[in-house]
């Protein structure tokens, strides 16, 4: 495999590495964390004179256009066993994929919500709301698997399966691994405990339970340059800046290049 160069924008450490190990020390289980690798030093250190968005803006470009430049920037999985020219492609386990994620700014604060949908692996629609003036980074990213629960509803009624992917372990563990077992001690941690955003939590769980069986639900990485996670992480940032209660359809043409270049979280 050709030596590649890796640059890290935020994290414990920031700047142009050779070693994934490295990285890796550098990023593990930060939510902001932006990185990614290059086939060059040069391309590296050039990358990171700009920004994570542009890096992201440019694959994307060349994505769009079919070629592949002379300068482009590769996806670094989690597991550093592979690479590729592009932002990684939806997941292909069902019939509809649902990308949902949560911005706070700052934890807690002025919280929104964002959901990317694909149909065969083309993004077909783009949300973003449930805007919260004293919210968290939790209750945003329960807030947008909630929302995919409830989209995915007309879907599986129609005989389709869907994939909901959110980077949130938190999120996804109350809902398909803790929420039975607090529910069985009375919606407590047991010894009357508090259970924290509980009612988002009981509202997923309902669902969770009559679709489960047509459900897939996926943890993907934030911030690894996972386009659908990206697309829903601008849509989130969007309903935060904006503050739109409502949970609204984005309007605007789904140009992925002008949409990666908006503020992320």
């Not at 996670?229 to 209660?245: G, H």
Request: hydrophobic content about 35%; proline content about 2%; some cysteine.
């Amino acid at each position: 495999m050709s030596k590649k160069y890796y640059v890290v924008w935020k994290g414990a450490k920031t700047g142009v590495f050779e070693q994934w190990n490295d990285v890796k020390s550098h990023t593990q289980g930060r939510a902001d964390a932006q990185y990614m690798g290059f086939a060059s030093k040069a391309e590296a250190e050039a990358a990171f004179q700009s920004t994570y968005t542009k890096a992201l803006t440019k694959r994307s470009m060349s994505k769009s256009s079919g070629t592949k430049p002379a300068a482009s920037a590769s996806y670094v999985k989690a597991d550093s066993t592979a690479v590729s020219n592009s932002l990684a492609p939806v997941k292909q386990s069902a019939d509809i994929n649902i990308y949902c994620d949560g911005a706070c700014s700052p934890n807690p604060g002025k919280s929104g919500t964002g959901m990317a949908v694909y149909q065969q692996q083309q993004l077909i629609e783009l949300w973003y709301g449930l805007y919260e003036p004293m919210g968290t980074n939790n209750t945003a990213e329960l807030n947008g698997i909630l929302a995919a629960f409830k989209y995915a509803q007309d879907h599986i009624k129609q005989g389709k399966t869907v994939q909901v992917l959110s980077d949130s372990k938190y999120s996804i563990d109350c809902i398909t691994k803790w929420a039975k077992g607090w529910q069985a001690k009375g919606w407590t941690r047991g010894k009357g405990e508090e259970i924290k955003n509980l009612e988002i939590i009981k509202q997923c769980f309902v669902l969770y339970q009559a679709l489960k069986s047509h459900l897939i639900i996926s943890h993907v990485k934030g911030h690894a340059n996972i386009e659908g996670n990206e697309l829903s992480d601008r849509m989130a940032v969007l309903a935060r800046v904006k503050c739109t209660k409502g949970f609204v359809h984005y309007q605007e043409t789904l140009d992925i290049k002008t949409i990666l270049a908006m503020a992320s979280g």
